[in-house]
């Protein structure tokens, strides 16, 4: 998509101005519901203390909510939690929403009981190209400070959209996935999380703005009103 510059850009202008259109576009994906049983698998959840990382307009927090957890959703981005405020009224929650770098937790050390960082973390990677392990490092030590032994983290991270097979979309984010395996010892799940549109039309208008042009064209070309996607799951047991 660019320079580094251009997609820090791209990015926080979708972040800041089109929180609205990130919604509409995630409510349709997840097209089987593999994403919950997926996290159910590393831990339970029910009533837990959970920190959300990168929340931004409230996918987990609202795939939760029926799970009655103490929940803190929390974000860098202030038009993303206004539009997650909407949601969460809609459906009736009330957690709290908190404005903070997920680098620098405002969260008491051993409050939660899972932390998961949903589509997140990842663009550390190429936002801080030289570097990223220092940053990324950052967030990880802050997770491992907040939750207490015996919990849980999750890290969600995207195995590519637009493709049948599931892979790191990038040589830099392969590189990332494996550090989390190698240095930091999570363990590693792939899982089906397709968008369901109502049409090929429809699934350009919804997408195109995050994901660009290209992939646009192949949605046409391959009359796709599903769209595939592949997420990651990395999580690990604090002992």
Same mark, same amino acid.
């Given at each position: +998509? ?5 997609? +820090? ?77 909407? @949601? ?18 405002? *969260?008491?050390?051993? @409050? ?8 997140? *973390? ?96 192949? *949605? ?9 996607? @592949? ?9």
């Amino acid at each position: +998509m660019g320079t580094i510059n251009s997609i +820090m850009d791209h990015f926080k202008n979708i972040y800041t101005n089109k929180a609205k259109e990130y919604h509409r576009m995630i409510v349709p994906e997840d097209a089987d519901n593999n994403l919950l049983p997926a996290l159910l698998r590393v831990d339970l959840l029910i009533g837990k203390r959970i920190l959300d990382l990168g929340s931004g307009t409230g996918r987990i927090p609202l795939l939760l909510r029926h799970l009655q957890p103490e929940i803190v959703a929390l974000d860098l981005h202030h038009a993303m939690l206004r539009e997650q405020k909407i @949601w969460r009224i809609q459906a009736g929650g009330g957690w709290p929403l908190v404005q903070a770098d997920m680098r620098l937790l405002p *969260i008491h050390t051993g @409050w939660a009981q899972a932390a998961i960082a949903g589509w997140a *973390i990842g663009h550390l990677r190429s936002w801080y190209a030289l570097d990223w392990q220092e940053q990324i490092g950052r967030v990880l030590h802050e997770m491992h400070r907040v939750v207490r032994t015996g919990g849980v983290l999750m890290i969600l991270e995207t195995m590519t959209t637009g493709s049948l097979t599931p892979a790191p979309p990038s040589r830099e984010l392969a590189e990332y996935y494996a550090w989390l395996e190698g240095e930091w010892n999570f363990n590693h799940e792939v899982i089906a999380t397709d968008y369901q549109f109502e049409g090929v039309e429809q699934a350009v208008e919804y997408t195109e703005f995050f994901f660009g042009p290209k992939l646009a064209a192949e *949605i046409r070309t391959r009359d796709w009103a599903r769209l595939p996607e @592949w997420t990651g799951v990395w999580s690990k047991k604090i002992e």
